[in-house]
């Protein structure tokens, strides 16, 4: 009834003239009621409008992108969480700032612990604009992991995720998995990895990544990806794990 009432008034100029205030006001209204429900719907954060992923339009919503760009699992550069030869992978293109990345992290976590050697999660860095500490936090897991690899990057991966991803506190993070503190300030001081995490910040737009957390079901067998956006149900996740395992 209520969006009919506004439909009306959009379109009876008597109506607008006598209510004009109050058809602003509920129409204001109307667009951020939309726009939250949309938002718990796709569940994830977007490229703000403002501020679009390198070479890439902007695009409304986290619509299936075209998968020919996807950059392939290589065993020997991702840092994989779970058996590295898994018949399918899980890549994750995460902001760390992102709250809906945080919230998916225990989802992608409980799928590796529940196929276990079938599958194995990936997380590549797709650090929005709006999240200031996104980038740099992308940057310093980076050097976590050249400096005492996959298992430490994971480690303190989830200590982003569950303290948060204040730049103040990297060091403290590092220093409390036993990563050496003159090293790990050399590379990130130094900005080692700021490239790597560019690079995969455009590699996953112009696979049609628009959102986080963008996620890619991958068969390292096959080659086949499905693309599943957003921080969906483990339900729905394990439907396409379970069809790329047949």
Same mark, same amino acid.
């Given at each position: ?17 006598? #209510? ?45 992108? &075209? ?9 020997? %550069? ?22 809906? #990345?945080?919230?998916?992290?225990? %989802? ?8 276990? &050697? ?20 992308? &940057?310093?897991?980076? #050097? %976590? ?57 455009? &590699? ?12 890619? %079901? ?29």
């Amino acid at each position: 009834f209520y969006l009919f009432t506004l439909i009306f008034m959009s379109t009876n100029p008597t109506v607008q003239q006598k #209510c004009n205030p109050w058809f602003g006001i509920s129409m204001m209204l109307l667009g951020l009621i939309v726009g939250y429900g949309l938002a718990l719907y796709f569940g994830g954060d977007f490229l703000p409008s403002k501020q679009p992923a390198p070479n890439q339009p902007q695009a409304q919503d986290q619509q299936a992108p &075209e998968l020919a760009d996807l950059v392939p699992y290589d065993k020997n %550069v991702d840092y994989a969480f779970g058996t590295p030869d898994a018949k399918v992978i899980l890549i994750e293109y995460s902001d760390i700032e992102c709250p809906f #990345c945080k919230r998916h992290h225990p %989802v992608t976590k409980q799928l590796v612990a529940d196929y276990g &050697e079938d599958l194995a999660l990936v997380l590549r860095h797709f650090p929005l604009n709006n999240h200031p500490n996104a980038k740099p936090s992308a &940057e310093a897991a980076e #050097c %976590v992991g050249s400096i005492a690899g996959a298992a430490k990057y994971w480690e303190f991966i989830d200590i982003l995720f569950d303290k948060g991803p204040s730049v103040a506190n990297h060091l403290s993070y590092a220093l409390e998995i036993g990563i050496d503190e003159n090293e790990f300030t050399t590379c990130v001081e130094n900005k080692t990895f700021e490239e790597r995490v560019q690079r995969q910040l455009s &590699e996953g737009a112009a696979a049609g990544v628009r959102g986080t957390p963008g996620n890619f %079901v991958y068969n390292t067998e096959t080659k086949e990806s499905v693309y599943v956006s957003g921080a969906q149900p483990i339900d729905k996740f394990k439907a396409v794990i379970d069809e790329m395992l047949k």
